[in-house]
DNA sequence: ACGAGAACCTGTTTGC
DNA sequence: TGCAAACAGGTTCTCG
Protein backbone atom coordinates (compact mmCIF):
# COMPACT_ATOMS: atom_id res chain seq x y z
CA UNK A 1 0.00 0.00 0.00
CA UNK A 2 0.10 3.40 0.01
CA UNK A 3 2.64 4.34 2.61
CA UNK A 4 3.26 8.01 3.88
CA UNK A 5 4.80 9.24 0.70
CA UNK A 6 2.33 8.08 -1.11
CA UNK A 7 -1.09 9.11 0.65
CA UNK A 8 0.97 12.44 0.57
CA UNK A 9 0.68 12.54 -3.17
CA UNK A 10 -2.82 11.63 -2.87
CA UNK A 11 -4.05 13.83 -0.83
CA UNK A 12 -2.54 17.15 -2.48
CA UNK A 13 -4.01 15.62 -5.89
CA UNK A 14 -7.20 15.55 -4.34
CA UNK A 15 -6.86 18.88 -2.55
CA UNK A 16 -6.86 20.68 -5.49
CA UNK A 17 -9.49 19.25 -7.36
CA UNK A 18 -11.99 19.11 -4.39
CA UNK A 19 -10.84 22.20 -2.15
CA UNK A 20 -14.00 25.07 -2.60
CA UNK A 21 -16.34 22.12 -4.63
CA UNK A 22 -19.42 20.67 -3.51
CA UNK A 23 -20.00 16.97 -2.18
CA UNK A 24 -22.89 16.77 -4.72
CA UNK A 25 -23.18 12.84 -4.53
CA UNK A 26 -21.45 9.77 -2.80
CA UNK A 27 -22.63 6.31 -4.38
CA UNK A 28 -21.99 3.32 -1.79
CA UNK A 29 -21.54 0.05 -4.17
CA UNK A 30 -20.09 -2.26 -1.89
CA UNK A 31 -19.84 -1.55 1.61
CA UNK A 32 -17.95 -4.14 3.64
CA UNK A 33 -14.44 -2.97 3.35
CA UNK A 34 -11.89 -3.20 7.01
CA UNK A 35 -15.26 -2.26 8.36
CA UNK A 36 -18.80 -1.90 7.11
CA UNK A 37 -19.48 1.98 5.71
CA UNK A 38 -22.09 3.38 7.70
CA UNK A 39 -25.05 3.74 5.69
CA UNK A 40 -25.95 6.84 6.58
CA UNK A 41 -22.09 8.19 5.34
CA UNK A 42 -23.45 9.87 1.98
CA UNK A 43 -26.63 11.36 3.06
CA UNK A 44 -24.12 12.73 5.80
CA UNK A 45 -21.65 14.52 3.59
CA UNK A 46 -23.43 15.10 0.63
CA UNK A 47 -23.95 18.61 -0.07
CA UNK A 48 -21.53 20.43 1.60
CA UNK A 49 -18.40 22.44 0.74
CA UNK A 50 -14.59 20.89 1.07
CA UNK A 51 -12.66 22.76 2.54
CA UNK A 52 -9.16 21.36 2.92
CA UNK A 53 -8.08 17.46 2.28
CA UNK A 54 -5.39 16.30 4.67
CA UNK A 55 -2.97 13.53 5.63
CA UNK A 56 -2.61 12.11 9.33
CA UNK A 57 -0.55 8.91 9.44
CA UNK A 58 -1.66 7.14 6.18
CA UNK A 59 -5.20 8.40 6.63
CA UNK A 60 -6.98 10.83 4.43
CA UNK A 61 -9.08 13.60 5.76
CA UNK A 62 -11.58 15.10 3.50
CA UNK A 63 -12.80 17.99 5.48
CA UNK A 64 -15.94 19.75 5.12
CA UNK A 65 -17.72 23.03 5.90
CA UNK A 66 -20.29 22.01 8.27
CA UNK A 67 -17.57 20.47 10.44
CA UNK A 68 -18.17 16.87 9.31
CA UNK A 69 -15.09 14.80 8.17
CA UNK A 70 -14.35 11.43 5.96
CA UNK A 71 -11.83 9.42 7.10
CA UNK A 72 -10.41 7.11 4.31
CA UNK A 73 -7.60 4.81 4.72
CA UNK A 74 -5.99 2.96 1.43
CA UNK A 75 -4.99 -0.24 2.80
CA UNK A 76 -2.69 -2.50 0.91
CA UNK A 77 -4.59 -2.22 -2.42
CA UNK A 78 -6.39 0.79 -1.93
CA UNK A 79 -6.78 3.65 -5.10
CA UNK A 80 -8.53 6.82 -5.48
CA UNK A 81 -8.79 7.49 -9.08
CA UNK A 82 -9.97 11.15 -10.45
CA UNK A 83 -12.36 10.95 -13.51
CA UNK A 84 -12.96 13.72 -15.55
CA UNK A 85 -16.47 15.12 -15.95
CA UNK A 86 -16.63 14.01 -19.65
CA UNK A 87 -15.15 10.71 -18.74
CA UNK A 88 -17.60 8.17 -19.74
CA UNK A 89 -15.74 5.06 -18.99
CA UNK A 90 -17.55 2.21 -17.35
CA UNK A 91 -16.80 1.64 -13.51
CA UNK A 92 -14.76 -1.46 -12.82
CA UNK A 93 -14.97 -4.59 -10.63
CA UNK A 94 -13.80 -3.23 -7.35
CA UNK A 95 -14.70 0.56 -7.22
CA UNK A 96 -16.65 0.46 -4.41
CA UNK A 97 -17.22 3.93 -3.52
CA UNK A 98 -17.63 6.90 -6.17
CA UNK A 99 -17.57 10.81 -4.53
CA UNK A 100 -19.07 13.40 -7.36
CA UNK A 101 -18.44 16.90 -7.28
CA UNK A 102 -20.32 19.73 -8.51
CA UNK A 103 -18.21 20.13 -11.50
CA UNK A 104 -18.92 16.94 -12.66
CA UNK A 105 -15.73 14.99 -11.41
CA UNK A 106 -15.41 12.32 -10.30
CA UNK A 107 -13.11 10.02 -7.92
CA UNK A 108 -13.96 6.21 -7.68
CA UNK A 109 -11.79 4.04 -4.34
CA UNK A 110 -11.15 1.54 -5.62
CA UNK A 111 -9.66 -1.35 -3.40
CA UNK A 112 -9.21 -5.04 -4.93
CA UNK A 113 -8.28 -6.46 -1.29
CA UNK A 114 -10.92 -5.00 0.39
CA UNK A 115 -9.12 -3.78 3.64
CA UNK A 116 -9.55 0.03 3.13
CA UNK A 117 -11.05 2.22 5.26
CA UNK A 118 -13.92 4.80 4.81
CA UNK A 119 -15.89 6.86 8.03
CA UNK A 120 -17.96 10.06 8.71
CA UNK A 121 -16.68 11.62 11.92
CA UNK A 122 -17.26 14.76 13.07
CA UNK A 123 -14.65 17.68 14.06
CA UNK A 124 -14.75 17.92 17.46
CA UNK A 125 -14.70 13.72 17.67
CA UNK A 126 -11.60 13.22 15.41
CA UNK A 127 -9.05 13.35 17.80
CA UNK A 128 -10.94 10.27 20.01
CA UNK A 129 -11.69 8.49 16.84
CA UNK A 130 -10.31 4.56 17.34
CA UNK A 131 -8.56 4.24 14.50
CA UNK A 132 -6.41 7.86 15.16
CA UNK A 133 -5.87 7.31 18.84
CA UNK A 134 -2.31 6.26 20.01
CA UNK A 135 -0.84 7.21 16.50
CA UNK A 136 2.79 8.30 17.35
CA UNK A 137 4.37 11.37 16.12
CA UNK A 138 4.91 12.25 12.65
CA UNK A 139 7.92 11.65 11.36
CA UNK A 140 8.47 14.70 8.77
CA UNK A 141 7.18 17.02 11.57
CA UNK A 142 10.41 18.95 13.47
CA UNK A 143 9.13 17.68 16.64
CA UNK A 144 10.32 14.20 15.51
CA UNK A 145 13.76 13.88 17.03
CA UNK A 146 16.56 11.75 17.85
CA UNK A 147 15.14 11.93 21.61
CA UNK A 148 12.02 11.30 20.92
CA UNK A 149 12.28 7.87 18.87
CA UNK A 150 14.88 6.75 21.61
CA UNK A 151 12.27 7.44 24.21
CA UNK A 152 9.65 5.20 22.16
CA UNK A 153 11.60 2.52 21.10
CA UNK A 154 12.97 2.52 24.82
CA UNK A 155 12.72 -1.12 26.51
CA UNK A 156 11.13 -2.75 23.73
CA UNK A 157 12.59 -6.66 22.81
CA UNK A 158 11.13 -6.81 19.15
CA UNK A 159 13.24 -5.93 16.23
CA UNK A 160 13.95 -2.60 15.58
CA UNK A 161 12.20 -3.49 11.66
CA UNK A 162 9.22 -4.51 13.52
CA UNK A 163 9.60 -1.28 15.95
CA UNK A 164 9.04 0.76 12.79
CA UNK A 165 5.99 -0.55 10.99
CA UNK A 166 4.55 -0.07 14.67
CA UNK A 167 2.16 3.60 13.73
CA UNK A 168 2.50 3.76 17.91
CA UNK A 169 6.00 4.40 17.64
CA UNK A 170 5.76 6.38 14.66
CA UNK A 171 3.39 7.05 12.21
CA UNK A 172 3.34 6.92 8.64
CA UNK A 173 6.15 4.07 7.69
CA UNK A 174 5.42 0.79 5.79
CA UNK A 175 7.49 -1.97 4.78
CA UNK A 176 8.98 -0.50 2.17
CA UNK A 177 10.65 3.00 3.64
CA UNK A 178 11.36 1.29 6.78
CA UNK A 179 13.98 -1.25 4.70
CA UNK A 180 14.74 2.31 2.78
CA UNK A 181 15.62 3.92 6.12
CA UNK A 182 17.33 0.92 8.00
CA UNK A 183 19.63 0.74 5.36
CA UNK A 184 20.44 4.68 5.33
CA UNK A 185 20.95 4.39 8.66
CA UNK A 186 22.92 1.87 8.56
CA UNK A 187 21.53 -0.01 11.35
CA UNK A 188 20.02 -4.19 10.55
CA UNK A 189 16.36 -4.83 10.51
CA UNK A 190 17.24 -7.53 13.37
CA UNK A 191 18.60 -5.16 16.01
CA UNK A 192 16.49 -5.35 18.88
CA UNK A 193 14.75 -1.95 18.92
CA UNK A 194 15.90 -1.34 22.83
CA UNK A 195 19.77 -1.62 21.54
CA UNK A 196 19.04 2.12 19.83
CA UNK A 197 21.12 5.02 21.54
CA UNK A 198 21.07 8.20 21.18
CA UNK A 199 23.98 8.19 18.39
CA UNK A 200 21.98 5.64 16.13
CA UNK A 201 18.36 7.25 17.13
CA UNK A 202 19.20 10.34 15.62
CA UNK A 203 21.09 8.71 12.48
CA UNK A 204 17.49 6.98 11.90
CA UNK A 205 15.42 9.78 12.42
CA UNK A 206 17.52 11.48 9.67
CA UNK A 207 17.56 8.74 7.59
CA UNK A 208 13.91 8.43 7.73
CA UNK A 209 13.19 12.10 7.09
CA UNK A 210 15.41 11.98 3.77
CA UNK A 211 14.26 9.05 2.34
CA UNK A 212 10.23 10.21 2.81
CA UNK A 213 11.40 13.89 1.54
CA UNK A 214 12.97 12.53 -1.53
CA UNK A 215 10.00 9.43 -1.80
CA UNK A 216 7.08 12.79 -1.45
CA UNK A 217 9.19 14.94 -3.96
CA UNK A 218 9.20 11.90 -6.44
CA UNK A 219 5.23 11.75 -6.28
CA UNK A 220 6.04 8.45 -3.95
CA UNK A 221 6.21 5.37 -5.84
CA UNK A 222 4.06 3.40 -8.14
CA UNK A 223 3.46 -0.32 -7.58
CA UNK A 224 1.86 -2.40 -9.42
CA UNK A 225 -1.58 -0.96 -10.20
CA UNK A 226 -0.92 1.90 -8.17
CA UNK A 227 -1.58 5.15 -9.40
CA UNK A 228 -1.91 8.69 -7.45
CA UNK A 229 -4.63 10.64 -7.55
CA UNK A 230 -3.73 12.80 -10.38
CA UNK A 231 -3.38 9.68 -12.51
CA UNK A 232 0.47 10.14 -13.34
CA UNK A 233 2.51 7.80 -11.91
CA UNK A 234 5.45 8.15 -8.96
CA UNK A 235 8.37 7.48 -9.89
CA UNK A 236 10.46 6.71 -6.32
CA UNK A 237 10.64 2.96 -6.97
CA UNK A 238 13.78 3.50 -9.27
CA UNK A 239 15.21 5.05 -6.73
CA UNK A 240 14.82 1.70 -4.24
CA UNK A 241 17.93 1.04 -2.78
CA UNK A 242 17.48 -1.74 -0.98
CA UNK A 243 13.84 -2.77 -1.32
CA UNK A 244 13.21 -5.32 -3.94
CA UNK A 245 16.57 -5.74 -4.65
CA UNK A 246 17.45 -9.38 -3.61
CA UNK A 247 20.33 -10.52 -4.66
CA UNK A 248 22.06 -7.34 -6.33
CA UNK A 249 25.10 -5.92 -5.11
CA UNK A 250 25.14 -3.32 -2.05
CA UNK A 251 24.54 0.22 -3.86
CA UNK A 252 27.13 1.43 -0.91
CA UNK A 253 29.66 -1.52 -0.27
CA UNK A 254 28.98 -3.21 -3.34
CA UNK A 255 31.02 -5.82 -1.73
CA UNK A 256 27.93 -7.97 -0.13
CA UNK A 257 24.57 -8.69 -2.02
CA UNK A 258 21.06 -7.65 -0.60
CA UNK A 259 19.82 -10.29 1.46
CA UNK A 260 15.92 -10.92 2.04
CA UNK A 261 15.13 -12.42 5.06
CA UNK A 262 11.23 -13.13 6.48
CA UNK A 263 9.85 -10.88 9.70
CA UNK A 264 6.74 -11.21 11.28
CA UNK A 265 5.52 -12.08 7.73
CA UNK A 266 6.81 -9.40 5.87
CA UNK A 267 9.98 -9.49 3.11
CA UNK A 268 13.26 -7.26 4.63
CA UNK A 269 15.68 -6.41 2.73
CA UNK A 270 18.90 -5.38 3.73
CA UNK A 271 22.74 -5.22 3.48
CA UNK A 272 24.46 -7.72 5.81
CA UNK A 273 27.44 -5.99 5.72
CA UNK A 274 26.72 -2.49 5.77
CA UNK A 275 23.58 -2.84 8.04
CA UNK A 276 24.28 -3.57 12.10
C1' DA B 1 1.87 -6.63 29.26
C1' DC B 2 4.34 -7.79 25.34
C1' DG B 3 5.51 -9.92 21.11
C1' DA B 4 4.69 -13.30 17.40
C1' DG B 5 1.53 -15.06 14.28
C1' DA B 6 -3.01 -15.46 12.17
C1' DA B 7 -6.59 -13.27 9.95
C1' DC B 8 -8.91 -10.22 6.71
C1' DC B 9 -9.33 -10.57 0.69
C1' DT B 10 -8.11 -10.83 -4.18
C1' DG B 11 -4.89 -10.93 -7.80
C1' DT B 12 -0.31 -11.90 -9.72
C1' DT B 13 4.03 -14.19 -9.84
C1' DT B 14 6.89 -18.12 -9.04
C1' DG B 15 8.18 -22.86 -8.81
C1' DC B 16 7.55 -27.75 -9.51
C1' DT C 1 1.43 -25.90 -20.02
C1' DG C 2 -0.99 -26.28 -15.60
C1' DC C 3 -1.70 -26.05 -10.99
C1' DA C 4 -0.58 -24.79 -6.31
C1' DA C 5 2.06 -22.20 -3.29
C1' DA C 6 4.04 -17.89 -2.22
C1' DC C 7 3.73 -13.20 -2.17
C1' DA C 8 1.86 -8.22 -2.30
C1' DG C 9 2.44 -1.24 -0.09
C1' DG C 10 -1.60 -2.53 6.22
C1' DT C 11 -3.78 -3.13 10.47
C1' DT C 12 -6.28 -5.61 14.07
C1' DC C 13 -7.11 -9.45 16.82
C1' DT C 14 -5.89 -13.68 19.34
C1' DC C 15 -2.93 -16.53 21.73
C1' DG C 16 1.06 -17.95 24.47
Known sequence: MPELPEVETVVRGLARRMAGHRLSGIELRRGDLRWRIPKSLPKKAEGHLVTAVERRAKYILIRLDDGGILLLHLGMSGRLVLMEPEDKTPLERHDHVVMTLDDGTRIRFNDVRRFGVLDYVRAEALEGHKLLQGLGPEPLDPGFTGAVLEAALEGKRTPLKAALLDQRV??????????????YAGLSPKRLARTVNPERAERLVAAIKDVLQRAVAAGGSSIRDYVQATGELGYFQHQWAVYDHEGEPCPRC?????????QSGRSTFYCPKCQR
Do not use: D, P, T, W
Not at 170 to 183: D, T
Not at 254 to 262: A, F, H, Q, T
Open 170 to 183: VAGLGNIYVCEALF
Open 254 to 262: GGSNIKRIV
